[in-house]
């Protein structure tokens, strides 16, 4: 029987009775072995006075932990979570306390709208002074408690150890997020002993819940009714490892399937099943599937706005099978016909197994998809403007990117051209700031995932506005020895914002000039890393292999056209079936009487949507 793991925070309050033996140590030592005893060698962190007993004692395990030290405590959590995304593995963060622990609460909300494991270590005042506006002091319970999974202050330190366990074992189990611990200052320099009992155990702790099979009948029931299924993976596949599984069940089935941007990757997009991403700036056939199927079945997706647009247009006239391991997320947004508690992986086993041997009636269908898909993939935007367009950026960067290597963006117009036009074929190589689209997340996530990935190439796709907000950790990546190829696409523009003045308010452009910008090229000089300027084509494609070939970091300064569109799009608060822009000549008629005609069945001609 398969099942689910979801954790009872009430059962994790319960603490096994103490055993402690061996010589004493300190709270400090105690957090370093706590995390390498959960399998993590690394954190990312900046130290100040609330947390330098921890620090003086992270030096007792140099060669068997790292620390990185980065420039910003914002960067510091960001590379924590691209790290746990490659890795699979809860990150770790450390901050001091007052504003080197608010600086990590950006860091920790985007973890916990993109679902990733983290634990991340605040420094608190003594505890004798909380409560009394101490120097530093900040109510970190307060802040964090809508943003993590769980929070805990430790008061004593011999609970620390096994706070230090709860926090992996929260971060990690179910949906997995951020969870934080405020470590007061005197815990860090308190003595103890280590525990000397068998591993802490929390199978107390969580529920174990077979996959309802007779939802999973349910939902193999509406299959078989369907003549236009359509597979939506989200974010929660990855985290489930489920990429193998659904992979397996969109063969098998022969059912076109579309991604989240969190999700890419996880289908191979150069298969012909595979039609990229869905959303706000999804491929317009993925958004064609969504539109016109008529049974969607989802993994691990939590369908924001992002995706459904306007959501009652969203649900018209198509059957929704929900499965997602929080129970709470299905029917939240959207009605599910079918809803499913489940991990994706055993969900998409179990739905696999009940529809052995069946054979679906929607060939037609799937042929119709690969055929738009082809035509979507030669798509070629007009550009408006003087300048290198985005998508031969792109284009380019297809052709010298590795399937094993990792790609990071910031967030804006570059994030959506790198998601549109990059083609991944494995999960954990595209990792970018999704819920929270937090700019300046690319330099920092590309440093952590070149720590936790050295023996690839790690490519971050930033733009020059969310490159100015972590710019800083260009010293971080200097100093830590990793390399990182950055991929600067200068537009001079606050790209998106300008792309909505543009199309929304009559041109009006507010706030968004980026002229004057510094020498980019000049200040990666200046933190010891080479930076090459790529002003056309050609020196853009021998950049990318150079800096594909070195053994260090490169920082490519690329300029493309100032007001380049990332079209089609759905308009904010729109509908899905409003897709319009560039390749879409009338607003929601995603493929053109031309395109059409080159389906095979001539009755398909005549639809012109």
């Not at 679906?360 to 082809?374: S, Y």
Request: proline fraction near 6%.
């Amino acid at each position: 029987m398969t099942k689910s793991i979801h954790t009872s925070p009430s059962a994790l309050a319960a603490s096994p009775s103490a055993s402690y033996a061996g010589e004493p140590v300190t709270g400090g030592q105690v957090v370093v072995e706590g995390i390498l005893q959960n399998g993590v060698d690394v954190a990312f962190g900046y130290p100040g006075g609330a947390v330098m007993p921890l620090y003086d004692d992270i030096l007792k395990y140099q060669g068997s932990f790292r620390h990185v030290l980065v420039r910003h405590e914002q960067g510091a959590v960001h590379a924590a979570q691209a790290w746990a995304r490659v890795t699979g593995k809860p990150g770790v963060a450390i901050g001091t306390s007052g504003p080197g622990a608010t600086n990590l609460i950006t860091g920790i909300m985007d973890a916990r709208l993109d679902s990733t494991p983290l634990v991340v270590f605040g420094g608190q005042v003594a505890t004798h002074l909380i409560g009394n506006d101490a120097f530093q002091e900040t109510d970190m319970m307060g802040m964090t408690n809508p943003i993590t999974k769980h929070n805990f202050q430790v008061r004593s330190v011999h609970e620390l150890g096994l706070v230090i366990h709860k926090a992996f074992h929260i971060a990690r189990t179910g949906r997995p997020g951020p969870v934080y611990i405020d470590l007061p200052k005197d815990i860090q320099l308190g003595k103890t002993r280590r525990w000397d009992g068998p591993r802490p155990d929390f199978s107390s702790c969580i529920t174990p819940r077979p996959v309802d099979m007779q939802a999973v009948a349910r939902a193999a029931m509406l299959i078989r009714s369907a003549k236009r299924p359509f597979l939506v993976i989200g974010h929660g596949g990855i985290h489930a490892e489920a990429n193998d599984a659904l992979r397996v069940l969109a063969k098998t089935l022969n059912i076109p399937m579309g991604t989240t941007i969190l999700a890419k990757g996880l289908a191979d997009e150069l298969d012909p099943l595979s039609v990229g991403c869905v959303g706000m700036h999804g491929r317009r056939v993925a958004n064609y599937a969504v539109v016109n199927c008529d049974v969607l079945i989802a993994f691990g997706c939590r369908f924001s706005d992002r995706i459904t647009g306007e959501t009652k247009s969203f649900a018209k006239g198509k059957r929704i099978v929900h499965v997602d391991i929080d129970p709470y997320e299905i029917g939240k947004n959207v009605p599910a016909h079918v809803g499913i508690v489940a991990d994706a992986r055993e969900a998409a086993e179990a739905l696999l197994q009940e529809l052995r041997g069946f054979k679906g009636d929607w060939d037609a269908w799937t042929d119709r998809i690969k055929v738009l898909r082809d035509i979507c993939n030669g798509c070629v935007p007009n550009p408006k403007y003087p300048g290198m367009p985005p998508k031969h950026v792109m284009n380019v960067l297809n052709s010298v990117i590795a399937d094993d290597d990792v790609i990071t963006t910031g967030v804006g117009q570059h994030q959506m051209f790198a998601c549109h036009y990059l083609y991944r074929r494995k999960p954990r190589t595209f990792i970018t700031s999704g819920g929270a689209g937090t700019m300046g997340f690319g330099l920092p996530a590309a440093i952590g995932a070149a720590i936790a990935k050295p023996w690839v190439n790690v490519w971050a796709i930033e733009g020059d506005g969310s490159l100015q907000m972590t710019l800083q950790e260009l010293g971080t990546l200097r100093e830590s020895g990793a390399k990182v190829i950055v991929v600067l696409i200068d537009n001079s523009f606050l790209g998106m914002v300008r792309q909505w003045q543009e199309l929304y308010l009559g041109r009006r452009y507010s706030a968004v000039d980026l002229s004057f910008n510094p020498d980019f090229a000049r200040l990666a000089e200046a933190y010891g890393i080479e930076a090459l300027r790529c002003e056309d084509g050609k020196s853009l494609k021998e950049g990318l292999k150079h800096a594909r070939d070195a053994a260090h970091s490169v920082f490519l300064h690329v300029r493309v056209e100032k007001e380049s569109n990332m079209l089609p799009m759905i308009p904010p608060g729109g509908k899905v079936s409003e897709f319009f822009g560039y390749c879409i000549e009338e607003p929601g008629q995603f493929f053109t009487q031309a395109e059409l005609a080159k389906l095979c069945d001539p009755a398909e001609k005549k639809e012109g949507a």
